[in-house]
């Protein structure tokens, strides 16, 4: 069940394009509204914050651990807009 409720899932599926050609990306919104260094630098943007969740989860201070998961709303909020305009911050979180 695991494996086939990944199909779908934004996240895998541009950290999958980092890998792939892009002459091989699909037709989708956040790949063609976005440009492809831009689409990456956001995936890394994820995998470092769900990085971070998981050494909070594994350490002694994981009882911090809501506060930190509730930090990542203002980070999305606040911060990456200096670095995604509004269009590309849209593109991906619209799917459709």
């Known amino acids: 069940m695991g494996v086939s409720s990944t199909a ?17 990306h699909p037709n989708v919104p956040y790949v063609k509204k976005v440009r492809t260094w ?31 998961l509730m930090l990542l709303s203002p980070i999305r909020l606040y911060l990456l807009p ?3 305009n509004n269009q590309e911050l849209s593109a991906h979180l619209n799917q459709f």
């Open 38 to 68: 831009k689409m990456h630098s956001f995936t890394g943007i994820q995998l470092i914050m769900l990085i971070i969740l998981w050494v909070v989860k594994q350490s002694p201070v994981a009882l911090c651990f809501p506060f930190v």
């Open 8 to 24: 779908g899932i934004q996240f895998l599926e541009r950290f999958i394009l980092v890998l792939m050609p892009v002459k091989h």
């Open 82 to 84: 200096y670095g995604f």
